[in-house]
């Protein structure tokens, strides 16, 4: 699925339901994002922001919504990557802070060593 040069794929991978972002996320590309994802009944969901090339203030606040959205749904959703290349708007305006150290990780690797150590992930699923 694609927005304007946005790009929104999804796979399956240690039992989580990952969806990787690629491209500019300005506020049509997040109700794309949202829609999907709002879809979605998979128990742990984990957005990949590492091919992100810009990100404008409009498409941050709806993750934290999304987040929210999911929660009340006994969902979990997982940031993954860092902002660093984008001018760090994500921290600037506290979307990581928000998701917390449980709910947002440099790499995927990370938050999969985490849920397995924390018994939230199936082995070998």
Known sequence: M????FKINN???N????????????????????KTISSDSSPDIVIDIEKVT???ASAALPLLQLKEQLKERDQNLYLVGNDLDLGGILRKMNIFHEFGTTGHFETQEEL??????NNNL????
């Open 54 to 56: 810009v990100v404008d």
């Open 112 to 117: 999969i060593t985490y849920l397995k150590f």
């Open 15 to 34: 039992g989580l339901k990952v969806y990787s972002l690629e491209g500019p996320l300005y506020f049509g590309a997040t109700e794309l994002i949202t």
């Open 2 to 5: 694609s927005e304007e040069g």
């Open 11 to 13: 796979k399956t991978d």
């Open 122 to 125: 199936v082995q070998g699923a």
